[in-house]
């Protein structure tokens, strides 16, 4: 699973859930991914870089206003 699909899922689970729900990342995307031994440093860089998203802290995240847009809209 390359970076934009994980990007995507994780936007897939903010979907329906209300503005300004935190997720943990880096478990989500081992979740998302299906491997607990995942190193996700390079999708966490790709995920902030994507602009969807805020970072709270180093492992927690919320949807920017573009990312929840996005996400909403997705079918």
Do not use: C, W
Not at 24 to 53: H, M, N, R, W
Request: proline share 3%; net charge negative.
């Amino acid at each position: 699973m390359n970076n934009e699909e994980i990007t995507h899922e994780l936007l897939l689970k903010f979907k329906g859930i209300k503005m300004g729900a935190k997720i943990p990342l880096a478990e989500q995307i081992k979740d998302i991914v299906g491997d607990p031994k995942f190193d996700t440093t390079e999708a966490i860089q790709y995920i902030e870089d994507s602009g969807y998203f805020v970072f709270l802290n180093s492992n927690v995240v919320t949807l920017s206003d573009d990312g929840f847009e996005y996400a909403n809209r997705m079918h």
